[in-house]
C-alpha cells in the first residue's frame, strides 16, 4: 500500500508541475487558428487523455506539447524540471506529428508503410499522444478552407484512425473515422446520419438509448445476487458510427434491414474482490439482460472463456428491442469487469500499464479529477471553457497554367506575380499570400513547378472525392429511400452546411 500511495503521489506532483510551468506560458500566446486559447486547447488534449487512462506523463507531456511548440521552453528544460520521462514523449510525439511529410503522395501502399513504421519505431504512448492531438484537431476544423479540411481528413482516414485501431485505442479509432468521414464525403455522411438518428429516437424523439440505459440500470441495482458480487455497476450507451455504416452499407453490400447495433450498451461492472468473482458478476449480469429481452443466440460471443489473440475479454450479446408496432434493429450489449474495460476502451497501452503497476483503475480517476479541476478553474479565471472539431489533368495542361502565372518566365511563381493574377481577377492580396502559404511546401517564398504539380494533382484528388462522394448518395439514397422532401434531412442538412462552411 506504501508503494501505491507513493506511486500516486508522484503522479500528481508531476501533474501539479506541468500545470504550474504551462499555464502561465499558455495564457501569454495568442489564440491557436480555430479560435480557442491555447490554455483551452492544453486542458482539452489533457481531458482527452485522461479519458484513455494515460498515466501522468503522457498527459503531461499533452499538456506542455503547446508549450514546446511554441519555443517557451526547450526539451533539456522540460527533462530538468518536469521528468525525463515527459521530455522522451514529447520528442517522440513531436517525430511522429511529422511523420506524414516523409510522402508527397498518400495512396493506400505509403499510407500502409507509414503505419508499420510508427508501430515500429515509436514509444506507443508517443503515437497515443499523438492521435488525441489529432482526434483535438478534427473536432475543430471548421476554421479551415474546405480543402484543406478534406486533405487532413484524408490523412486521418488513412494513417490515424487505422493506426488508433493498431495500437487498441478504438474510442479515438471510431471518432476519427466519422470526422473524416464527414469532411471527405459530406453528402453520404448526410444520408447515413439521418437514417441512423430515425432509428435512434422513440416517437415522442426522446433518444432510445437514455430508455434503455435506465431499464437496464435498474434491473442491475435491484438483483440481489449481482450486488452481493459488485461494488458499482456503470451502464453506458454508444450509437452507432457513421463510417462503419458506410462500409456495411456501400462495401458488404447489406440492405438497411441487415444492419444491426444501431444502438449499443456498455456494462461495466466492478468486482468486490477476485477476478473469478468478476467473471461470475458478468455471467450474472447476462442472465438479468436475458429477463428484459430476447437474445438472437446466433450472436453471443463468450471472449471470457475464450479471449481474443489481443487478451481482449467480454460478453457479447444482441437483443430484439422491437416493439409490436414498430421493428427495431438489433441492439447490442457488452458485459465486462473494470479492468477488462481498460484493455478494451484504451488499448494496450494503458492495460500494460495496470498490470505494471504504474497507474490504476482509482488513480486514473484521480488524474482525470485533476484535469477537470483544471478546467474548471481556468474557466473561471480566463472566461475560457474547453471544448469536450488523380491524375485526371493532363500534363500539357498543367504546364501551360503554370506558364500563365509564372509572367518573367523565371521557371518560379514569385508572390507578386501570384498577387498580380488574383487581383487581375479581383480577388484581394491577402488572397494570393493564403494561397502561397498553402502551395509552398519548402517554405522559400515561391513556386516550383514541381510545387505547382503536387498541388495540382491533389485538387484532382479533391475533385475525385467529390465524385465518389455523389455516386455514394445516389446508392445510399435508393438503399436508405430518404427523400429530399424530408424536414429530417433538410434540418441535418443546414447543421452540416454549418459545420463544413468555406
Known amino acids: 500500500m506504501k508503494n501505491v500511495h507513493s506511486s500516486t503521489t508522484s503522479s500528481q506532483t508531476l501533474l501539479f508541475k506541468s500545470l504550474k510551468l504551462s499555464i502561465p506560458i499558455l495564457h501569454s500566446l495568442p489564440l491557436a487558428p480555430d479560435g480557442r486559447s491555447p490554455l483551452s486547447k492544453a486542458l482539452s488534449l489533457a481531458l482527452l487523455l485522461a479519458h484513455l487512462q494515460m498515466d501522468a506523463e503522457v498527459i503531461s507531456a499533452g499538456i506542455l506539447r503547446q508549450v514546446l511548440e511554441a519555443g517557451a521552453v526547450s526539451i533539456m528544460k522540460v527533462r530538468d524540471r518536469i521528468s525525463s520521462g515527459t521530455a522522451h514523449l514529447l520528442h517522440e510525439s513531436l517525430r511522429v506529428k511529422n511523420v506524414s511529410a516523409k510522402v508527397e503522395v498518400l495512396d493506400d501502399e505509403t499510407a500502409a508503410a507509414?503505419?508499420?513504421?510508427?508501430?515500429?519505431?515509436?514509444?506507443?504512448?508517443?503515437?497515443?499522444?499523438?492521435?488525441?492531438?489529432?482526434?483535438?484537431?478534427?473536432?475543430?476544423?471548421?476554421?479551415?478552407?474546405?480543402?484543406?479540411?478534406?486533405?487532413?481528413?484524408?490523412?486521418?482516414?488513412?494513417?490515424?484512425?487505422?493506426?488508433?485501431?493498431?495500437?487498441?485505442?478504438?474510442?479515438?479509432?471510431?471518432?476519427?473515422?466519422?470526422?473524416?468521414?464527414?469532411?471527405?464525403?459530406?453528402?453520404?455522411?448526410?444520408?447515413?446520419?439521418?437514417?441512423?438518428?430515425?432509428?435512434?429516437?422513440?416517437?415522442?424523439?426522446?433518444?432510445?438509448?437514455?430508455?434503455?440505459?435506465?431499464?437496464?440500470?435498474?434491473?442491475?441495482?435491484?438483483?440481489?445476487?449481482?450486488?452481493?458480487?459488485?461494488?458499482?455497476?456503470?451502464?453506458?450507451?454508444?450509437?452507432?458510427?457513421?463510417?462503419?455504416?458506410?462500409?456495411?452499407?456501400?462495401?458488404?453490400?447489406?440492405?438497411?434491414?441487415?444492419?444491426?447495433?444501431?444502438?449499443?450498451?456498455?456494462?461495466?461492472?466492478?468486482?468486490?474482490?477476485?477476478?473469478?468473482v468478476g467473471e461470475r458478476a458478468c455471467y450474472r449480469a447476462r442472465e438479468i439482460i436475458r429477463s428484459l429481452w430476447e437474445e438472437m443466440p446466433h450472436r453471443t460471443k463468450d471472449y471470457i472463456a475464450k479471449p481474443k489473440p489481443n487478451g481482449y475479454r467480454s460478453l457479447h450479446m444482441a437483443v430484439n428491442v422491437s416493439e409490436y408496432d414498430r421493428a427495431r434493429p438489433l441492439m447490442e450489449i457488452q458485459i465486462r469487469t473494470t479492468e477488462m474495460d481498460m484493455l478494451a476502451d484504451a488499448g494496450a497501452a494503458s492495460h500494460s500499464l495496470y498490470k505494471g503497476g504504474l497507474t490504476d483503475p482509482e488513480e486514473t480517476k484521480r488524474l482525470k479529477a485533476i484535469m477537470v479541476a483544471a478546467a474548471e478553474l481556468a474557466a473561471l479565471r480566463l472566461k475560457d471553457l474547453p471544448s469536450a472539431n488523380h491524375k485526371g489533368i493532363e500534363i500539357d495542361q498543367r504546364d501551360r497554367v503554370f506558364h500563365l502565372l509564372d509572367k518573367n518566365g523565371d521557371g518560379r511563381i514569385s508572390i507578386e506575380e501570384l498577387m498580380e493574377v488574383m487581383e487581375e481577377l479581383g480577388a484581394p492580396g491577402e488572397d494570393a499570400c493564403e494561397m502561397m502559404q498553402l502551395l509552398d511546401s519548402n517554405s522559400d517564398g515561391s513556386l516550383s513547378s514541381d510545387e505547382f504539380d503536387l498541388f495540382q494533382e491533389k485538387v484532382g484528388l479533391i475533385r475525385h472525392l467529390e465524385v465518389k462522394d455523389d455516386e455514394y448518395k445516389t446508392i445510399l439514397n435508393d438503399k436508405l429511400q430518404i427523400a429530399d422532401s424530408s424536414g429530417l434531412i433538410q434540418v441535418y442538412s443546414k447543421e452540416l452546411g454549418n459545420r463544413l462552411a468555406n
Request: hydrophobic share 40%.
Open 114 to 276: 507509414l503505419r508499420k513504421f510508427c508501430l515500429t519505431f515509436y514509444d506507443i504512448r508517443a503515437l497515443i499522444l499523438d492521435l488525441a492531438f489529432k482526434l483535438d484537431t478534427m473536432r475543430h476544423l471548421d476554421y479551415l478552407p474546405r480543402y484543406q479540411q478534406q486533405m487532413l481528413s484524408l490523412e486521418v482516414m488513412k494513417i490515424h484512425a487505422p493506426l488508433a485501431h493498431a495500437v487498441g485505442t478504438n474510442f479515438l479509432s471510431l471518432e476519427l473515422e466519422d470526422l473524416a468521414f464527414r469532411y471527405l464525403f459530406p453528402c453520404s455522411y448526410l444520408y447515413v446520419d439521418t437514417w441512423l438518428r430515425n432509428h435512434e429516437r422513440d416517437a415522442t424523439y426522446e433518444p432510445l438509448i437514455d430508455v434503455y440505459k435506465e431499464r437496464v440500470l435498474h434491473s442491475l441495482e435491484t438483483d440481489s445476487l449481482l450486488a452481493d458480487m459488485v461494488e458499482d455497476i456503470s451502464v453506458k450507451g454508444r450509437y452507432k458510427s457513421r463510417y462503419s455504416t458506410m462500409k456495411k452499407l456501400l462495401r458488404d453490400g447489406r440492405r438497411p434491414e441487415e444492419v444491426n447495433d444501431v444502438l449499443g450498451l456498455r456494462i461495466v461492472l466492478k468486482p468486490r474482490c477476485g477476478s473469478d
